[in-house]
């Protein structure tokens, strides 16, 4: 084989090749050359953006029909100017050869440019993806955050699957082996045990789905800059928290942060902690907490064949699992106003807790319109008849406590997230001297909160189950 460049040549498994050029005019195909015969070969081309190597395309050779070991890519002529790599050869499994993938060691640096440019040397290349990579390790030694102090942050996650490494400047995003689910089966065995008998001989097709049963995934933080170790690792928290958000939505399932490690280069120190969620549901047992045979009963009874009361039992869970206190407006409030709106509260007179009818400055009487009145008519239709509650029931320390000011509250807040209302007086205090009441009431709202606990939310919340809970107990069977 004839070498036609001075640079040494890539190896893997006895393979050497070589690109006659580096340098790909737009319309021009690669040249490839290798110390084998290149039939029934396929490349895979990465090209250098900005911020980091990406896949760029895999396009199959065509053989020189005198030499078997020299091949041309056309498709790499089709891509824009910019730089390239030649990263591995490969092969399909057909019956005339085996798959098998050829890996650059190391991968080959070329170019494409418009037909007008003077072709680059190789080290000129070189040279240029070098001051890339510069450029590259700034931004990253920037960091995020600002402060005296700076520091490097490992997030764990579980239950959220990455199978590629992803670069996104400010942090890292990585696969990592499975947690695995061994105490879900040991809690079974435990049992067995308990009642005399063997633990079950689990298959390995079995025990291999254990071991893979909740995926892990690092975020990797190289720099988060803040004024002590402590705030380094909650801006690497926060920032995290959006990117498993954004995660979750792309590959439909949500995941949980269960430990971070910080680590301060300068100084050597070193941080670390578990994130063990809280158990988020009642932590009464017995007969008020729901553990009542009788009652579970006749709510199956109410579910079974009705798949919109289904929905809403689902909407109420998924609502009270939202960590988020602001998230969790939006969840609770459109389950309400879903509610509302199946149940045609829309239209209806406007009526006052006690069921008088509304009438507007000419006597006609008031319709049932906006969102905030269909949630109120909805309370007062199923939970007023039946004294479940009373307008001043959940009043105690708001200074906004009627249901119908609590009704506007939650209705301010879910639209303050859901929307980014531009009249929020929350989001911009100096609007509280021009703003309308209904702004301005959710703003002082926010003086009730004592010690992180959100009475509005509470509230909220309670008003929602008990809606749910009636809707459940109209479909209860007949006595």
């Not at 040397?121 to 070189?126: A, F, N, V």
């Not at 082996?177 to 001989?201: H, I």
């Amino acid at each position: 084989m004839v070498i036609l460049t001075g640079a040494t040549p890539t190896t893997d498994g006895g393979w050497q090749i070589v690109l006659p050029s580096r340098s790909v005019a737009v319309g021009s195909p690669l040249v490839v050359e290798a110390n084998r015969p290149l039939t029934g070969l396929s490349i895979q081309v990465g090209r250098t953006e900005e911020h980091e190597d990406i896949g760029a395309l895999s396009s199959p050779l065509e053989v020189d029909p005198g030499q078997a070991n020299v091949a041309r890519c056309k498709a790499v002529g089709d891509q824009p100017p910019g730089l390239y790599w030649l990263t591995a050869l490969n092969s399909d499994n057909t019956p005339q050869m085996a798959p098998m993938a050829v890996q650059m060691q190391p991968p080959l640096l070329f170019e494409v440019r418009t037909e007008s440019d003077p072709p680059s040397s190789l080290d000129e290349l070189e040279s240029a993806y070098g001051e890339i990579v510069r450029r590259r390790q700034r931004r990253r030694s920037a960091g995020i955050g600002s402060g005296q102090v700076a520091a490097s942050v490992l997030v764990f996650v579980k239950d959220l699957l990455t199978t590629t490494k992803l670069n996104l400047l400010t942090c890292e995003v990585m696969p990592l082996d499975p947690v695995g689910w061994t105490a879900e089966l040991q809690a079974v065995d435990r049992l067995l045990k308990t009642r005399g008998a063997s633990p079950l001989s689990w298959t390995q097709e079995i025990l291999g789905q254990v071991r893979r049963a909740e995926p892990a995934t690092l975020i990797q933080f190289p720099v988060i800059r803040a004024d002590t170790l402590e705030e380094c690792g909650g801006v690497a928290m926060r920032e995290a928290s959006l990117l498993v958000t954004l995660l979750a939505a792309h590959r439909g399932s949500f995941g949980d942060v269960f430990c971070t490690i910080i680590h301060e280069p300068q100084t050597g120190q070193l941080m670390s902690g578990l994130h063990i969620p809280p158990y988020r549901g009642n932590l009464i047992g017995g007969f008020i907490s729901g553990e009542e045979p009788e009652g579970l009963r006749r709510d199956l009874h109410a579910i079974r064949g009705d798949t919109t009361l289904q929905l809403f039992i689902l909407l109420l869970g998924e609502a009270l699992r939202e960590r988020r206190s602001d998230f969790q407006y939006v969840r609770l409030w459109s389950l309400l106003e879903t509610v509302a709106r199946s149940r045609g509260c829309a239209g209806r007179p406007k009526r006052d807790w006690n069921g008088q009818i509304q009438v507007g400055k000419k006597g006609q009487p008031l319709l049932v319109q906006e969102a905030a009145d269909q949630v109120y008519e909805l309370l007062r239709e199923l939970l007023a008849p039946r004294g479940v509650i009373g307008e001043q029931s959940l009043a105690a320390g708001l200074t906004y406590g009627t249901l119908q000011e609590q009704v506007q509250i939650w209705y301010r807040r879910r639209n303050c997230t859901a929307h980014g209302d531009p009249d929020c007086v929350c989001r911009d205090p100096s609007k509280v001297g021009t703003a309308s009441a209904k702004y301005v009431n959710c703003y002082r709202a926010r003086s009730d909160d004592q010690h992180g606990h959100d009475g509005y939310l509470a509230a909220l919340q309670d008003v929602t189950k008990m809606v749910v809970r009636e809707l459940l107990r109209q479909r209860w069977p007949a006595p």
